[in-house]
């Protein structure tokens, strides 16, 4: 790959395989990144078929359009929320499959610029969207104690969350919290050192989920992709907490009594011991998919 990017698509063989590409279908990549899900859909493709690669990441945009420059596929910075506007935009009345790969990409995850890693000691951001204006850095310096308490709680499942918001607020009466690292030393600080897993993994978590209103996304795009689903189609869904897993299949099985989706796995597929090798971002991931009835 150019620019020495390196990208290992998680769980691509069995993603395909539920994706059932048929070659002169339409498809939607709702998470293009970097590309790796969506050439792999090209490969699948005929003259006829059609891809459509959206992403909030305009960085991430940019790589994917040089990995898969090509007539056939059409990419815009959109979020899932924007889904239905863009494929009506270009004439697509229907899609014969939609795939989301959850998560945050090692591109924003590497530019430590982004303010995503715990080990940046850049300005807090977590943005997807630089164009947007709520920031981590405005969460982190201008919420409320209860209101970073309850984001903590909720989207981090942090069980120290009343602790880390109450030593948030004290640390910014002196000075505000500017940098990555002095938000993860902060925390490190509430636990009183550093375990297996970073202690502000889910501190992070939190804050990029709120940033990006992810879970809220999530539901729209998903209500969106079923709705934009021909008969047959197929919706393909790789999560990587249990925030997003349970909202997947919690959506799947409501659609499923609902006589709209079939259900095509009873239980998430992940990623095997040579993939998790290879490959350890793929550890966490949970593949669910359905069928439009």
Known sequence: MKNGRVHMPVLLEETMEMLAVKENGTYLDATVGLGGHSEKVLGLLGEAGRLVGIDRDEDALRVAEERLGDLRVNLRRAAFSEMDGILSSLGIKALDGVLFDLGLSMLQLKDLSRGFSFMSDDRL?????????????????????????????????????????????????????NTCSELAGLVEGVYGGRGRIHPATRTFQALRIEVN???????????????????GGRLCVISYHSLEDRIVKNFIRDSSRAGLMRQLTKKPICAGVRETRANPSSRSAKLRGAEKV
């Open 213 to 231: 209103r992810e879970l809220d996304e999530l539901r729209e795009g998903l209500a969106a992709a079923a709705g934009s689903l021909r008969a």
């Open 125 to 177: 951001d977590m943005r997807m969207d630089v164009s947007q204006s709520l920031s981590a850095w405005h969460v982190v310096n201008k919420y409320s104690e209860k209101k970073l308490e309850a984001i903590l709680r909720e989207y981090g499942e942090e069980r120290s969350a009343g602790r880390i918001a109450r030593s948030i607020i004290e640390r910014r009466r002196k000075s505000p919290i």
